[in-house]
């Protein structure tokens, strides 16, 4: 089956710096990628929706210079998180979809646990 | 926007039983997709059935169904004989948006 790699799966940061997480398509173009955060307990929260070649679309509340999305290719889409705080600590998760999207189901990385200190 | 909403925060069933899950959304679009997604305690998401919402029959995958009744906007999800692999949370999913509910956090039984 198509598989999504997610890396790093875990990553410490200081408060300030910045966190690339990226997203990597297999053996599938993936013509969108959606980013997610999800806290404890919690359900997914959409962030963001990129696709190749062009701005991603972000959703309501969600701060576009905090968390920037890069899609470049048809197999990669990163995530950066700029000066993060202790406030950004979470679960990231990032999904791909091929060219047949919305018929494609949606394939999951396996999430980056984000800890701010 | 589409809302997708989950009342069951937690369910319990015992081995070999079976169990069902509701999800209703709310949505203006005529075509779309439903789906139910398992994410057991590794967090690893994992696609369990999904329904297109122009199809009336109901979708099957093996133990896992649905009930899906489009002009009340629900789609709920029927595990028969439950196993302690099913245990994990379930999330109900709209797929334009990219939507998901709260969850149901299923324990199974032995």
């Known amino acids: 089956g198509a598989v999504v790699s997610q890396h790093p799966s875990w990553v410490i940061c200081k408060s300030g710096t910045s966190v690339k997480i990226e997203c990597r398509s297999l053996d599938f173009q993936a013509t969108t990628m959606f980013w997610y955060r999800q806290f404890p307990k919690q359900s997914l929260m959409l962030m963001a929706t990129s696709n190749e070649g062009s701005k991603a679309t972000y959703e309501q509340g969600v701060e576009k210079d905090k968390f920037l999305i890069n899609h470049a290719s048809l197999t990669l889409s990163t995530l950066t998180v700029t000066s993060a705080h202790p406030e950004d600590s979470s679960f990231y998760i990032c999904?791909?979809?091929?060219?047949?999207?919305?018929?494609?189901?949606?394939?999951f990385g396996n999430g980056t646990r984000l800890t701010v200190t | 926007a589409q809302t997708v909403t989950q009342s069951q925060p937690e369910m319990s069933v015992q081995e070999a039983e079976t169990v069902t899950l509701s999800c209703t959304y709310d949505t203006s679009e005529s075509d779309y997709y439903l789906f139910w997604y398992k994410q057991p305690p590794s967090r690893q998401m994992i696609l369990v059935i999904r329904?297109?919402?122009?199809?009336?029959q109901n979708a099957t995958e093996n133990r896992f169904s649905v009930n899906f009744q489009k002009a009340a906007k629900s789609f709920s999800l029927k595990i028969s004989d439950s196993q302690l692999g099913d245990a994990a949370m379930y999330f109900c999913?709209?797929?334009?948006?990219?939507?998901f509910g709260a969850g149901t956090r299923l324990t199974v039984k032995p």
């Open positions: 999904s791909a979809v091929g060219y047949r999207f919305p018929n494609s189901p949606l394939h």
């Open positions: 329904q297109e919402a122009y199809k009336q």
């Open positions: 999913a709209y797929r334009m948006g990219m939507r």
